[in-house]
C-alpha cells in the first residue's frame, strides 16, 4: 500500500470520528436534542434490532432486496434505454433537432408527480418503482452519451468508411469505444438515481422496502430509524460504486493512464 493511500484512508478514518463522534457528544450533553437529531449509537441499536427481529414489515433482508432488484431492474433498463437514444441522436442529427424540445420538457418533469402518475397506472408492484427508475437513470445516461457521440473524433470516423465500413460498422467499432468514457462516467451518478427512483415509489406507495421502512420510521418519529434506513442505503451505493469502477477498469483497460490516475495510484 503506497503512502498516499495510507493518507487518504487515515484522514477518511478521522472524518467518521469527528462527525460521528461530536453527533454522538453533543447529543449525550444534550446540547442537540437526539429526540429530533438521533444518536450513531441509537442508530446502531436500530440497525441492531432490525438484523435480529426484523421490521414492522418483515426482514430487514426482504426490505433490501425489494429495493435493490427494483433499483438494479431500473438500472439496466434506463441504461440501455439512454446508451440507445443517445447513440442513435448523436449520430442522426435532424431526428435530434426534432425531439431536442420534447425531451428537455420531459426531463423537466418533478419525478414526484411521475411517481405518482406510474402507481396510478401500474399499481403498488414492483413495476411501478423500476419505470420510475428507469425513467430516472434515462436521461442522465442519456445526455452524457449523446454528447459523447458528438465528441467522436471526425477523422476516426472518416478513415473508417474510407476504409468501406458500413454504418452500423463504424457505431460499433468507433463511435460506441470513443463515447465509452462518457458512458461509464454517467453510470457512477446513475445507479445513485436509480436508488432514489426505487425509494422515492416505495414512500409514494409500496408494500415492501426500504423507503417503506424509513417512512414508516418517520410517521413514528423514530430520527433513529429514519438514519438507520439512510446508512444501508449509503452502504448499498458505496458498494455499486465499487462494482461500476471494477466495469470502468476493465471496459477502458485500452485507454492511456492520465496524469491524475497516475498520481493516485
Known amino acids: 500500500m503506497?503512502?498516499?493511500k495510507l493518507q487518504v484512508y487515515g484522514a477518511q478514518a478521522a472524518v467518521f470520528v469527528v462527525v460521528f463522534g461530536g453527533w454522538q457528544l453533543l447529543t449525550s450533553l444534550k446540547i442537540v436534542d437526539p429526540f429530533f437529531f438521533g444518536q450513531p449509537s441509537g442508530v446502531v441499536r436500530t440497525l441492531v434490532d432490525w438484523v435480529r427481529h426484523?421490521?414492522?414489515f418483515g426482514s430487514i433482508w426482504l426490505q433490501i432486496s425489494v429495493t435493490m432488484e427494483e433499483?438494479?431492474?431500473g438500472f439496466l433498463i434506463g441504461t440501455a434505454a439512454g446508451v440507445l437514444v443517445g447513440v442513435l441522436l448523436g449520430q442522426v442529427r435532424f431526428l435530434a433537432t426534432?425531439?431536442?424540445p420534447y425531451i428537455k420538457a420531459v426531463n423537466a418533469l418533478p419525478r414526484i408527480v411521475l411517481g405518482e402518475l406510474f402507481i396510478i397506472v401500474l399499481g403498488l408492484g414492483i413495476g411501478s418503482k423500476v419505470v420510475l427508475a428507469g425513467f430516472l437513470v434515462f436521461f442522465v445516461v442519456f445526455f452524457n452519451a449523446f454528447q459523447g457521440v458528438r465528441e467522436v473524433d471526425g477523422n476516426l470516423v472518416n478513415n473508417a468508411r474510407v476504409l468501406g465500413a458500413s454504418r452500423l460498422q463504424v457505431v460499433r467499432s468507433v463511435v460506441i469505444p470513443s463515447a465509452m468514457t462518457w458512458i461509464i462516467a454517467s453510470l457512477h451518478v446513475a445507479f445513485g438515481f436509480a436508488v432514489i427512483g426505487a425509494i422515492?415509489?416505495?414512500?409514494?406507495?409500496?408494500q415492501h422496502g426500504l423507503g417503506v421502512v424509513i417512512t414508516?420510521?418517520?410517521n413514528n418519529f423514530d430520527t433513529n430509524g429514519v438514519f438507520a434506513g439512510m446508512i444501508i442505503i449509503g452502504a448499498i451505493a458505496l458498494v455499486a460504486e465499487w462494482l461500476i469502477s471494477l466495469l470502468e477498469r476493465r471496459l477502458l483497460a485500452w485507454r492511456p493512464q492520465t496524469v491524475a490516475e497516475a498520481a493516485a495510484a
Open 216 to 218: 414508516n420510521s418517520g
Open 200 to 206: 422515492v415509489g416505495e414512500i409514494l406507495g409500496a
Open 98 to 100: 426534432v425531439l431536442s
Open 54 to 56: 426484523g421490521t414492522s
Open 2 to 4: 503506497t503512502r498516499r
Open 71 to 73: 433499483a438494479v431492474f
